[in-house]
Structures are given as structure tokens and as C-alpha cells.
Nanobody
Framework: QVQLVESGGGLVQAGGSLRLSCAAS????????MGWFRQAPGKEREFVAA????????YYADSVKGRFTISRDNAKNTVYLQMNSLKPEDTAVYYC??????????????????WGQGTQVTVSS
């Protein structure tokens, strides 16, 4: 069983920055691919970013490329999402997710086996 706990959400003005953290339980965190997704009211959950188990490969949705950075610290069992130049359309609940049996479909919610409870990010204009 893997437990994921997100933190770092909040209210920020457009153009500002936030860093989300996701702390994972489990001794084999370093073997999981990790992803961040978000869900705005009335919309489906969408892919934001993903990172391979080693951190050597990262992937981003076009809407956040160049503004968001995903990283991980396997010694701390934590994955991060640095969000810069935030826009009102980034407002959503952000979820981290762990993929135990990663097959490469990093953008697909079904790829992930465990999910956190989410953290709210609100960007005001």
C-alpha cells in the first residue's frame, strides 16, 4: 500500500509561483513513476506532469510546458511540482499519483495505481 499526501496549495495572484509537494510512504518509492494531475470544477481530471523513477525523464502537458517543473527526491520519498507564471486557468485541485507497474502512458489516469487526496490551487486575476 502506498499513501500519498500533497501539500503546498493555496491562493496566489496571476504571475505568481507555488511549489507543491507530495510525500509518499513505502520503501520502494524510488521504483515508482510519479505524476501530477489536476481537476477544475466541472472538468475531467487532466495530466499535468510526470517523472520517471530515476528522475531522468520528465513529461509535461503543453499547457504548462515552460512554466512548471516536476522533480523528485528519492531520499525524502517526495515529488515536487514547481509552478511559475501561474494563470487563472491553472486553478484546480492538484493530485499526485504513483505508478507501480509503469508502462509508459504517463498522461493516462489509468496508468496510476495510487492517488493523493489533492490540494487546492487558486490563481486570482
Amino acid at each position: 500500500q502506498v499513501q500519498l499526501v500533497e501539500s503546498g496549495g493555496g491562493l496566489v495572484q496571476a504571475g505568481g509561483s507555488l511549489r507543491l509537494s507530495c510525500a509518499a510512504s513505502g520503501r520502494t518509492f524510488s521504483s515508482y513513476a510519479m505524476g501530477w494531475f489536476r481537476q477544475a470544477p466541472g472538468k475531467e481530471r487532466e495530466f499535468v506532469a510526470a517523472i520517471s523513477w530515476s528522475g531522468g525523464s520528465t513529461y509535461y502537458a503543453d499547457s504548462v510546458k515552460g512554466r512548471f517543473t516536476i522533480s523528485r527526491d528519492n531520499a525524502k520519498n517526495t515529488v515536487y511540482l514547481q509552478m511559475n507564471s501561474l494563470k487563472p486557468e491553472d486553478t484546480a485541485v492538484y493530485y499526485c499519483a504513483a505508478s507501480i507497474y509503469y508502462s509508459g502512458s504517463y498522461y493516462y489516469t489509468g496508468e496510476y495505481d495510487y492517488w493523493g487526496q489533492g490540494t487546492q490551487v487558486t490563481v486570482s486575476s
